[in-house]
């Protein structure tokens, strides 16, 4: 699969991270007395005038924390940061409200801000919990805490570009607690960007040891041997996704692109599951170009124009489907449109070409 398709959004990824963690979830909440209605936001406005309001020993601590953690199981991320902000007026090297005001600004676009919050999260926590390394079984809470602290802080390093320091993060968090998901989800994740695709490999392993049905890790496994040229153990792990999670589309694209491109007696299996994958998402770009290009190599034209289509919708900055169509307008013996797709084609690469004089240009001596 290209990489576009393996491309997984950072601040999707850091809520479920955060939520599976050191937040506590929804049906937790509810079982020390919250309720699942919506925080008010008069609530949220008074809370935070209290804890302004107040010295630091009368300041409502443990109602402020409880809230901060509703607001971000909300996703209501600008109230939650400006809560936490205000809990660290008082207490300024708490863990819980630097960690809740990294996740809260990193979510609100503002990685730059919550990158050193995330750091201080992290190092308070690890300092709570005597940084001790490699706890097998039984994980502390303040364990849980510190790695998802350093879990939070390579998710936001790899968001601005820091894909080194995102690495040495999530290897830090592996090693200060093994058995912890995330840990070893998000060195996976920083190992398969650094291209080291055996590492991402062992890590995805290792956390599907830990949760066996999640999908996302599955998904990632079978991109990391596919990477690393192990195909055979790539698609039975796509065969594995597909028949653990008939109804998402990433299993069956994985499992089509693999099969189409082996071809052979492979392409029409590859075919079907791309079709099922464009049934259940018509918004996969990899699985509407390639089963627009597959068609095209079977010499059904006709539903390729379909979904090539499609794929040019998607990515109208992509010159990959235009030229397609063209192919198949000339085999359907259409030749003004193959003649649009191949002008559309042709400006594609002339403004890309001109962008890059511009950027050459502008880069200083």
């Known amino acids: 699969m290209s990489a576009s398709a393996r491309k997984v959004s950072l601040n999707k990824l850091v809520v479920a991270l955060s939520l599976a963690g050191t937040l506590l979830t929804v049906a937790s909440l509810n079982a020390v007395g919250m309720q699942n209605d919506s925080v008010p936001a008069a609530q949220v406005t008074e809370m935070i005038a209290q804890v302004r309001a107040a010295s630091a020993a009368q300041a409502p601590r443990a109602g402020a924390f409880q809230l901060g953690r509703r607001l971000l199981i909300e996703a209501r991320y600008g109230e939650a940061y400006e809560l ?14 630097l960690y809740g005001a990294a996740l809260s600004s990193f979510n609100l676009g503002r990685p730059a801000e919550a990158e050193p919050l995330a750091r201080a999260a992290s190092e308070a926590y690890l300092a709570a919990a005597g940084d001790r390394p490699g706890v097998k079984s039984g994980l ?10 350093i879990v939070l802080l390579a998710v936001i390093q790899g968001a601005r570009g820091e894909d080194t320091e995102a690495l040495k993060s999530a290897r830090r968090a592996v090693a200060f607690a093994p058995e912890h998901f995330d840990a070893q989800f998000i060195l996976g994740r920083a ?15 290792a956390a599907l040891k830990l949760k066996p049905d999640d999908g996302r890790s599955l998904f990632f496994l079978a991109t990391a041997l596919e990477s690393a040229g192990n195909t055979d ?10 028949q653990r999670q008939p109804q998402a589309a ?6 089509g692109v693999l099969l189409t491109k082996r071809g052979g007696a492979d392409t029409e299996q590859g075919i079907e599951e791309l079709r099922t994958a464009v049934r259940i998402d018509p918004n996969q770009y990899e699985a509407q170009v390639t089963l627009g290009r597959a068609l095209l190599t079977q ?4 539903e390729s124009v379909e979904h090539l289509k499609r794929a040019a919708e998607l990515a109208p900055n992509n010159p990959e489907p235009h ?22 084609v042709k400006r594609i690469h002339e403004a890309r070409r001109g962008e890059g004089a511009q950027n050459n240009t502008a880069r200083p001596n």
């Open 323 to 344: 030229y397609q169509l063209a192919l198949a307008y000339r085999r359907l013996g259409l030749n003004d449109k193959a003649l649009a797709e191949t002008a559309i």
């Open 191 to 205: 190992s398969y960007g650094a291209g080291d695709f055996t590492a991402a490999v062992a890590a995805f392993r």
């Open 299 to 302: 010499k059904l034209a006709t």
């Open 84 to 97: 936490f902000a205000a809990i660290l007026e008082k207490w300024p090297r708490e863990a819980e409200a």
């Open 140 to 149: 502390p809470n303040q364990i849980i805490r510190g790695a998802d602290a």
């Open 233 to 242: 153990a790539a698609l039975s792990a796509y065969r594995d996704l597909v």
């Open 250 to 255: 990433e299993g069956h694209l994985g499992l």
